[in-house]
């Protein structure tokens, strides 16, 4: 009875010290706070170089974490960049998940839900999966980054269980358009500093309209100061993943929509307190898919076989800067349907894809015969014309010089593109003179062919495996009538 009674207390004992290793362990895990703009595109920070507009709390992350250089979106589209960006998947592999406008199947994993199995407090602010029907894809009540607290992270704090740690989407819809005119300028902007990207003509008038985008990235800044402040007042910054970023680049012709660095890279800056040596910056090929396998494995989280994207923990967790890992010499993206822009009733999207290393830019046109920013009239979308280009002050000048002088710059918007560009992005930074067609470049071309074919048929591209015409077909949800 005695020896009965000493194993009972023993496995008692031990039962105990268990279950108070399991609660330190889950104590010591990390907060998240993911912090992403809508349209908010590289180099667009003053930590990059931008002598314009003002960016104190991504350029504070960046002194106090790690910037990345060469942050790349898996599509320049919101909805399937925000799919892939949840999933930790290619948006290729999302089905229906890799057009905007669309749903996103509930039975694929998502990061915030499965931190939320495992005892986070998981919830977002503002836009977070969309735009797009979730009913459609088999959610009911809850958004895939979770809980919708629409009175921002203080509410969110304060609903959270004493011990749990927090996975929180601080979404926005700065720096999206419509803008209100001038309101750069008249928020003290400078138009006369702003340099322009070479494929655009010297125009006060795409100037103010930069300023007005900046006007609203400066304000989603703001918001993210405000955050890292409250987060200190609390006492949880330096045990929390702060993550800034947007979605794909600025909502411009030639820009948003894109696979050129305008339109597909996107600032990246990431802090982690002590954990995360300060003040590197890395120049590694990532993808937004690496952020949920990043959370995950920093949550001590099983990573679902779906997810495509690598952890970028050993980046941040080790000392070095420039460039780490040897596998991160390329990034591999690509779009499908933005809006429906080709004739009506036609639901088909410009499907391409694209590789690009630290030399060059190969993007793989799939259907050049289509209009990569839409038809000049007659689209299925309600938009008057070229509507995969958001319609703005930018747009309506380039639309102008249609058969003029400067007609170069309305074609590099919005003319017919060839199956294959090639850009050599260190002579040529704004990626204007498509080598594809040089002599010279046939080797060049058909190694990263083969390169972007491999990584396309390793994580099954339904364009590549099959003809991948499902994309053109799946409906397209938008809460407005498209022409038939």
């Known amino acids: 009875m005695k020896n009965i009674f000493i194993l009972a207390l023993s496995f008692l004992l031990f039962s105990c010290k ?30 990059y170089g931008d002598k314009t507009v003002k960016t104190p709390a991504f350029d504070r992350l960046a002194n106090e974490g790690v910037l990345f250089q060469n942050a ?3 599509s320049p589209s919101c909805t399937p960049s925000r799919s892939a960006i949840l999933t930790g998947q290619h948006f290729w592999r999302l089905g229906e998940g890799a057009n905007l406008w669309s749903t996103l199947d509930v039975n694929i994993p ?18 977070a999966w969309g735009p797009g029907d979730l009913k459609k894809g088999g959610y009911s009540k809850t958004n895939p980054a979770g809980k919708n607290y629409n009175k921002g ?40 500093a702003i340099k322009l990207p070479d494929f655009y003509p ?23 100061y405000n955050a890292i402040k409250l987060l200190e007042e609390r006492g949880e910054l330096e045990n929390t993943i702060i993550v800034m970023t947007g979605d794909h680049g600025m909502p411009f012709p030639r820009c948003k929509g894109n696979l050129y660095d305008w339109g597909s890279r996107v600032p990246l800056a990431i802090r982690w307190g002590a954990k995360v040596p ?6 590694d090929f990532v993808s937004l898919t690496d952020l949920a396998v990043t959370f995950l494995e920093a949550a001590q989280i099983a990573i679902p076989k779906e997810m495509t994207g690598k952890s970028l923990l050993p980046i ?70 070229f509507s995969d280009a958001d319609n703005g002050a930018t747009k309506t000048v380039l639309m102008n010089l249609k058969n003029t002088e400067a007609s170069k710059y309305y074609d590099l918007s919005f003319a017919k593109r060839p199956a294959d560009e090639l850009y050599d992005v260190v002579r040529d930074p704004f990626q204007i003179k498509n080598l594809a067609e ?41 809460p407005y009538k498209l022409k038939e």
């Not at 279950?19 to 667009?44: M, Q, Y």
């Not at 125009?203 to 993210?224: G, L, M, P, T």
């Open 202 to 224: 010297d125009d006060s008038c795409i100037r103010s309209d930069i300023a007005d985008y900046y006007f609203e990235v400066q304000r989603f800044d703001a918001d993210v």
């Open 153 to 192: 992270l203080k509410s969110f704090l304060d609903t959270k269980p004493t011990d749990a740690p927090f996975c929180f989407w601080l979404g926005s819809s700065d720096p999206h358009r419509p803008y209100e005119k001038g309101s750069g300028m008249a928020s003290g902007i400078n138009i006369d």
């Open 316 to 385: 941040l967790q080790s000392n070095k800067q420039g460039w780490i890992e040897n596998q991160r010499k390329q990034v591999v993206y690509g779009r499908e349907r933005h809006t429906p822009a080709q004739l009506a009733p036609s639901l088909n999207g410009y499907p391409s894809r694209a590789i690009r290393t630290k030399r060059f830019l190969y993007i793989k046109n799939l259907k050049p015969e289509r209009w990569p920013a839409g038809v000049m009239e007659g689209a299925t979308h309600p938009m008057s014309s």
């Open 72 to 74: 790349f979106i898996s």
């Open 18 to 47: 268990g279950a108070k290793k399991e609660n330190s362990v889950t104590a010591k895990r990390p907060n998240i706070l993911f912090c992403i703009a809508d349209d908010w595109g590289w180099p667009h920070a003053g930590v």
């Open 278 to 283: 300060k003040n590197r910056i890395v120049n």
């Open 438 to 478: 040089d002599p010279q470049y046939k080797t060049t071309i058909k190694k990263l062919s083969k390169e972007l074919y491999e990584v396309l048929r390793k994580t099954k591209d339904p364009r590549i495996t099959d003809t991948g015409s499902e994309f053109d077909r799946y409906p397209y949800n938008a």
């Open 110 to 127: 998502v990061y915030p839900l499965l931190l939320e199995k495992y005892g986070y407090h998981t919830g977002h602010w503002r836009k």
